[in-house]
């Protein structure tokens, strides 16, 4: 079985700055990582995804995260958020390519 | 555009009661999901249907049944509602194999009173 624990259930920052959100998971075998992202009141959408390959994952609107199998994490960064970067943000493991299991969300508030 | 469509968007019941919460999806995935979301807790997976003609217990499928009524629809059905079923349920939609992630429906905000 797999688990997800996100460190962070509410990340304030403030417009401009860099924001990182923090992803652990555990599994016996090999899994594939992903972050999604879900605005108020919408259904999630993909950020990035991590099946093989570069540590390094870009995805969409800036966002980056770095897949550290040593220590089991899947950390997401952007370098200067925006206001509309205000969302929760997931993190999920899956040990093949469809069943996900999925951390219990981080809440980013962007301040002006 | 085409995604997943999920119906109804809100609805509010009487514990007791029964529904069923229609999914449909028009990219031509195999599989597809149910999921419910609670504060706190993230998404958590009620049932999936791995292919068209088979579906499978998920995390937390106790209350629920579901049917996978051809390759385009999976509704999730709660036979007699209960309050702590009281949640935002998603709907998703995934083709296994093709490095593609699971594409989510916009949600149904079920209460239950």
């Known amino acids: 079985a797999q688990s997800v624990t996100q460190l962070d259930s509410q990340v304030p920052v403030f417009e401009e700055a860099p924001v990182e959100l923090r992803c652990n998971y555990s599994?016996?075998?090999?899994?594939?990582l992903f972050w999604y992202v879900q605005y108020p009141n919408q259904g999630l959408q993909l950020l990035l995804k991590?099946?093989?390959?570069?540590?390094l994952v870009k995805g969409i609107n800036g966002f980056e995260a770095e897949f550290n199998k040593s220590q089991t994490s899947f950390h997401l960064r952007k370098p200067s958020v925006h206001i509309s970067d205000t969302a929760e943000y997931f993190c999920?493991?899956?040990?093949?390519?469809?069943?996900?299991?999925f951390g219990a969300g981080t809440t980013v508030t962007v301040r002006a | 555009n085409a995604g997943v469509t999920q119906t109804p968007k809100f609805q509010v019941l009487k514990t007791g009661q029964s529904m069923t919460l229609q999914c449909a999806q028009d990219?031509?995935?195999?599989?597809m999901y149910w999921y419910r979301q609670d504060p706190g807790m993230g998404l958590r997976l009620i049932y999936y249907?791995?292919?068209?003609?088979?579906?499978d217990k998920g995390e937390v499928p106790n209350g629920y049944n579901v049917s996978r009524l051809n390759k385009r629809e999976f509704s999730l059905r709660l036979e007699s509602a209960a309050p702590s079923q009281t949640s935002v349920y998603f709907c998703?939609?995934?083709?296994?194999?093709?490095?593609?992630?699971?594409?989510f429906g916009d949600g149904t905000r079920l209460s239950i009173l």
């Open positions: 999920a493991v899956s040990p093949n390519d469809y069943k996900l299991s």
């Open positions: 249907s791995a292919s068209e003609g088979t579906t």
């Open positions: 991590y099946l093989s390959g570069s540590t």
């Open positions: 990219m031509n995935h195999n599989s």
């Open positions: 599994s016996s075998v090999s899994v594939y």
């Open positions: 998703a939609s995934s083709e296994p194999g093709t490095d593609q992630p699971q594409h």
